[in-house]
C-alpha cells in the first residue's frame, strides 16, 4: 500500500518576510523617536519652569534684603535732636503736616495691614504734633513692621512713602540738610517697594474708598453723604440770600442816629452784612453743585 506524503508549498521568505520586517521595524523607530522628542521638550519645559521659579525667588529675595537695608537707613535719618520738629519755621511746619497726611490718608489699615497701619497713622500724628522723639522712635520700627508684609501691602507702604518724600523734598535746605536726607532715603525706599511683584492671595481688588480729613477728623466719602452735603448746600444758600434781601429792602433813608459818624458807621455795616451774605449765598450754590456731581461720581464708582 502507497502512502502519498504531501508537503507544504515552500514559503518564499524573499520576497513578503523582510518587507513586512521592514515596515514594522520602521514604525517602531518611529515610535520611540517620537516618545522620546516628548520626553526631551517636557524635560526643558519643566527645567525652564524651575529656573524661572529660582530667579524670581533670588531676585525676590535680593529685593527685600535692599528693601530692609533702605528702611533702616531710613529709621536712621529720623534720628534727630528732640526738638528739632518743634523749632521748625510755620512755612515748614505746614509741610510736615501736608507729609503727615500723605502717608497715613484713606484705608491705610486696610492697605498696609494692622499692625504698620497704626505704626503709619502713629508717625503721621507725631509729625503733626512736632514730637520728634515719638517719631523716632516709631521711626526705628519700620525695618521690622514691613519685614512680612505681603506684595501688595509693600507696594502701597511704597507709595505712600514716595507721596510722603516729595512733601520732605518741598521744604529745601534747612539746618544741616536733614530733611533733604529724609526725602532721598524716603523717596528711594518707595519707589524700590512699589515695585514689588502682588503675590496671589494679593491680587484680589480691593474697594477705592475716598477720605477726607480735616485735623484729627477723618471721614469716608460716599455718595449718600456728598448728597446730604448738598441739600445742606441748598439750606444755607436760600437762608443767605434771603436774609441779604432783607437787609437790602431796609431803606437807607430809614436810618436815624444821633450824630453823622453814628450813621457812617451803620451804613458801613449794612454793606459788609450784604456782601457776606451774597457771597455765602454764592459760594453755598458752588459747593452745592459740586458736591452733587461729587455724589454721581461716587455713585458710578460704587456700581
Not at 503727615?100 to 498696609?112: H, Q, R, S, T, Y
Not at 484729627?216 to 436774609?243: C, H, M, R, Y
Not at 430809614?254 to 455765602?280: E, V
Request: net charge neutral; charged share 20%; with cysteine.
Amino acid at each position: 500500500m502507497a502512502c502519498l506524503l504531501l508537503q507544504p508549498p515552500p514559503i518564499n521568505l524573499t520576497s513578503s518576510s523582510p518587507l513586512i520586517f521592514h515596515r514594522n521595524s520602521h514604525n517602531g523607530i518611529s515610535i520611540l523617536s517620537m516618545q522620546s522628542s516628548s520626553k526631551k521638550r517636557s524635560l526643558q519645559h519643566k527645567t525652564l519652569t524651575i529656573a524661572y521659579a529660582l530667579a524670581e525667588s533670588n531676585s525676590t529675595e535680593s529685593l527685600d534684603q535692599k528693601a530692609q537695608s533702605l528702611l533702616q537707613e531710613l529709621a536712621n535719618s529720623f534720628a534727630l535732636p528732640p526738638d528739632y520738629f518743634s523749632q521748625l519755621p510755620d512755612d515748614l511746619r505746614l509741610d510736615l503736616n501736608d507729609a503727615a497726611f500723605d502717608l497715613a490718608n484713606g484705608p491705610v489699615i486696610d492697605e498696609c495691614g494692622q499692625e504698620l497701619g497704626e505704626a503709619l497713622l502713629n508717625l503721621s500724628q507725631a509729625w503733626e504734633q512736632a514730637d520728634t522723639s515719638t517719631s523716632s522712635s516709631i521711626a526705628s520700627k519700620l525695618p521690622s513692621l514691613t519685614f512680612s508684609l505681603s506684595g501688595n501691602a509693600k507696594s502701597a507702604l511704597g507709595k505712600r512713602l514716595v507721596s510722603s518724600g516729595r512733601r520732605f523734598q518741598a521744604m529745601g535746605q534747612y539746618g544741616e540738610g536733614e530733611l533733604q536726607k529724609i526725602a532721598k532715603v524716603m523717596i528711594e525706599t518707595g519707589r524700590l517697594l512699589s515695585s514689588s511683584p502682588a503675590t496671589g492671595t494679593d491680587e484680589k481688588s480691593k474697594e477705592e474708598t475716598r477720605m477726607f480729613k480735616f485735623g484729627d477728623l477723618q471721614v469716608k466719602l460716599t455718595s449718600d453723604k456728598a448728597n446730604i452735603g448738598a441739600a445742606i448746600g441748598v439750606v444755607f444758600g436760600i437762608v443767605s440770600w434771603q436774609l441779604s434781601q432783607g437787609i437790602q429792602s431796609i431803606p437807607e433813608s430809614s436810618l436815624q442816629y444821633a450824630n453823622d459818624n453814628a450813621l457812617l458807621l451803620a451804613k458801613s455795616l449794612r454793606g459788609a452784612l450784604l456782601a457776606i451774605c451774597y457771597s455765602s449765598a454764592i459760594l453755598s450754590g458752588f459747593a452745592t453743585v459740586g458736591l452733587i456731581l461729587l455724589g454721581r461720581q461716587l455713585k458710578s464708582e460704587e456700581q
